[in-house]
């Protein structure tokens, strides 16, 4: 199906609307981020948790233009859960007190890791146990 121009803001609000539905985040905690790389489009999905105000990859998705890119992560958010495993990391950032947990899908821990530390120095994260939680 063709989209005009006008009609690819539209529909690009569209899938983004289903994407945080389907994953239950309320408006703000999770962000669309595009850019374009080695001629195709990336989307990086981020989330913020408004408990310790923190941001992490959910996941990345590339393609050939942004529609191309959020249907593809769409279809990611609907079955994920069936395809990766399930990651509690603990971690502190420098010069906090308290310890956070947060919960990662990923194919193995590096990659859980890879989205606990994105778009931050490693220095600022001190991770105190990766655990992979048992599948249901």
Sequence with gaps: ???TPTDVH???ARIQRQIEEHLGMPPGNLLFEFRQLDGQTRLDLVTVNPRHHQSFLFRYETGYDKLDVLRKML???K???DTESSYTIQW???GDKELQTSYFRAHNAYEALDKLYYGRDLNTITVF???LNPSS
């Design 1 to 3: 199906m063709e989209v």
């Design 10 to 12: 539209v529909e690009s």
């Design 75 to 77: 279809a990611y958010v």
């Design 79 to 81: 079955g994920f859960r």
């Design 92 to 94: 502190r950032a420098r």
């Design 129 to 131: 146990s990766v655990v």
